[in-house]
């Protein structure tokens, strides 16, 4: 019998045969990313692999000095003993499941991953394997997006609100991925719509990748306060405890996050308002993913890992946990070192 195609290691995932890692944690001669959030992408490794769509993005997460190839969706490259293509995963601009092939054995890791619509990246696509490696990170039965276009209704009618009473509408969501998918989804007859450095240097990684977007502006520190009172300011979450916020004068704030379902996580934070948004799957969308790659063999990593295996066994799939170091969603803790390098 042959070594398992992929195998956890102190520097991450390592698939032996083609000599590579998939979103290692240390540096190391060969990584295959599955996209730019932080926790899957981190600096010091020789060489990168990324979707063409996530290069730009990767670029600005890894400085202009990493060595970053790119291989459309779908395209298959022959590494060492492996065939490996990735393939879109709907989380993020660039966002890549991996697929490995050894012999007609095939693994497929997913990174990072959601079903549900987001105009800014490309749908996640189920792709058929023997193994299948899942994030989990609302992989408990509670967690039940509602329909996107419920929340947006949601925001518009808060940033009415705040209008009439002379307020800037201030929407705090994750640099990457959730800040574009937000703005993507604005109604821009209502206002005007800034953005918070961070977000903007985001936006124009998208928007040179071919992903249209409203019109927005950054806010600097000569912009007028009155400039705000009819506006949404797009901010991270960690700029909600910087002097940055200063410059907006009196202003109504929303957390755009899949936690926000949870009361809890919603009194945690001084906001007015949560927003339930998230770029991760939901219960319902990680069981039909699981289901559609067909996979009689599931490795569940972070997240809810116990009662997932525990769900798939009850329906009769050979499931383990996976440690890994990955993240949940990504909240203003991981994303505190990035809003001090892009103010
Ligand atoms: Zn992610
Ligand atoms: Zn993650």
Known sequence: MSAPLLTLTDAGLYCPDGDFFIDPWQPVSRAV???AHADHARPGSASYLSAQD???????????YAQIDALPYGDTQQIIGVRLSLH???HILGSAQV???RGGEVWVVSGDYKTAPDPTCRPFEPIRCHTFVTESTFGLPIYRWPAEQEIFEQIHAFWRENQEVGLATVIFAYSLGKAQRILAGLDTSIGPIYCHGAVDSMNQRYRETGISLPPTTLVTEETHKDAFCRALILAPPSAQRSPW???LGDYAGGFVSGWMLIRGARRRRVVERGFVLSDHADWPGLLSSIEATGAQRVLVTHGHIVPMVQ???EKGLEAHGLQTRFEGELDEVSEESESKTNV
Do not use: N, Q, Y
């Open 99 to 101: 697929r490995v092939e």
């Open 33 to 35: 990313i599955t996209h």
């Open 54 to 64: 996530g290069v730009s993005v990767l670029r600005h997460r890894l400085g202009p």
């Open 88 to 90: 879109p995963a709907g």
């Open 245 to 247: 916020t200063r410059r």
């Open 311 to 313: 769900w798939l066994r």
